[in-house]
């Protein structure tokens, strides 16, 4: 065509469209910029979900009732979006002790609305981390946080008009305490019951906080106080929440049936208990979510391990982390998942590696694994493909897993 023609083509087209040429490319330009943006959006907001460590300086430690502190941290700017968290969420905490990388998840005590980022650690016997937290950290130290983790919520709606219930127990009540404030903050209409386990008075942690809370929220929290080792009036009150506990509430205090959802966290047993009572009276398991801060105390790992023992299958692992992708070989009678990735030199999300705070989660592309233990994944979430690394072992020759899904 010549070059004339094709001039007068071009003309006649934007004629057409009863555009200006200027305008066109105008349009194109809009157009190439608002698809950019949408795609770093995307790319960025994906970046974002990705479990990442932080460093991150202690604003203050502050001691709380029953041999625990709180610890606040200072979060920068730019890192605000990655610190943004949810009610019930968990931070992992890492620092060097004996010369040895120490993990451990903590969940965060705050409401996202409070404008803190606040976890609460109780000092155990022996226990490495929280000694050191509770007799080392103080306010200006630095520690390597991973962004906010954990499914242990439910979505909030100004609109809504629901009873929560929550069991908590001795540093159980952290996560709880945070969810609590939430619904409070948010839902107007909602009502919240705590019944909350300890040994004595001066041991529950955040007595005050929560006394304030309910005055502030007067007819809409009530807060039931059951006490180990310190006598009160009624007997209804006294010892540990257990199964018979949690009928007898439910008789005297709660309709299980009118209750919406149901938060509990404490010692394994405690959860059982109260898990199997409520299913026990026709609680749907939909609306009982549970936060289990140790597990494998059952010895249901090692079982597993030993089942396996027998059938041992040859396969190929392919993880997909940030977009890239590596195999390794591995049998299923070795290493988790988890473990072999990172003898393969690859540097996974993990925190516990015991199966209790989902780290590790990532979808299950192809083939299929078996998990040895699995406190932390909803039934929806393993229907949708979902596993542990750290307690997932191969089933099949094939197995693909991606943690970017
Ligand atoms: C999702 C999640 C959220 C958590 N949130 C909190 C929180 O808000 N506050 C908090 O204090 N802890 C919380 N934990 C527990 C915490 O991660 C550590 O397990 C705990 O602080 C013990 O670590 P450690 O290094 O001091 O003890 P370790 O040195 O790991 O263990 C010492 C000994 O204590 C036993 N032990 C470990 N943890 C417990 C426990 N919880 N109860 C009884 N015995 C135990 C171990 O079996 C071991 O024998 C949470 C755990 C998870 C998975
Ligand atoms: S690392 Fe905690 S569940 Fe796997």
């Avoid at 109780?122 to 130290?141: H, I, M, V, W, Y």
């Avoid at 299923?332 to 590790?360: M, R, W, Y």
Wanted: with cysteine; aromatic share 10%.
């Amino acid at each position: 065509m010549e070059r004339g023609t094709l001039f007068c083509v071009y003309l006649l087209f934007f004629r057409f469209l009863k555009l200006s040429p200027p305008s066109f490319f105008y349009i194109c330009k809009r157009t190439f910029i608002r698809l950019s943006a949408g795609f770093i959006w995307c790319v960025s907001k994906k970046l974002s979900t990705m479990p990442k460590f932080h460093p991150l300086k202690i604003k203050e430690v502050r001691r709380e009732a029953g041999e625990c502190v709180s610890v606040a941290f200072e979060v920068p700017e730019a890192l605000k979006p990655e610190y943004r968290f949810t009610q019930g969420q968990h931070l992992t905490l890492k620092a060097e002790l004996d010369g040895e990388e120490v993990r451990r998840s903590y969940s965060i005590c705050a409401s996202p609305y409070d404008g803190v980022l606040r976890v609460a650690i109780k000092k155990l016997e022996g226990g490495r981390f929280s000694t050191f937290a509770n007799e080392k950290l103080k306010a200006g130290d630095t520690l390597e946080v991973m962004t906010p983790m954990g499914r242990f919520f439910t979505e909030l709606d100004p609109a809504n008009e629901k009873h929560y219930v929550a069991f908590a127990a001795g540093s159980g009540i952290t996560p709880i305490l945070s969810i609590m404030k939430a619904v409070l903050q948010r839902e107007p209409k909602s009502e919240f019951t705590l019944f909350y386990g300890n040994q004595k008075v001066d041991t529950i942690i955040f007595r005050e906080e929560i006394e304030g809370l309910k005055n502030e929220y007067m007819g809409r929290l009530s807060v039931h106080h059951i006490l180990s080792r310190e006598l009160q009036g009624s007997e209804l009150f006294s010892g540990r929440i257990d199964a018979g506990k949690c009928s007898t509430f439910c008789d005297k205090l709660i309709d299980p049936q009118e209750v919406d959802e149901f938060f509990l966290c404490g010692p394994e047993a405690m959860i059982h208990d109260i898990r199997d009572t409520l299913t026990g009276m026709g609680v749907d398991k939909k609306k009982i979510h549970f936060e289990l801060f140790i597990a494998g105390l059952n010895g249901k790992a090692q079982k597993n391990k030993e089942q396996r023992k027998g059938e041992s299958v040859a396969a190929t692992v392919q993880i997909t982390l940030d977009g890239n992708s590596f195999e390794f070989p591995l049998t299923s009678t070795q290493d988790t998942i988890l473990e072999a990735a990172h003898k393969a030199g690859a540097n996974l999300p993990f925190a516990c590696k015991g199966g209790v705070c989902c780290t590790c989660r990532a979808k299950l592309m192809e083939g299929e694994v078996e998990m040895d233990v699995n406190y932390a994944l909803e039934p929806d979430e393993v229907e949708a493909g979902y596993i542990l690394t750290c307690q997932s072992h191969p089933k099949t020759d094939k197995v693909v897993v991606d943690f970017d899904s």
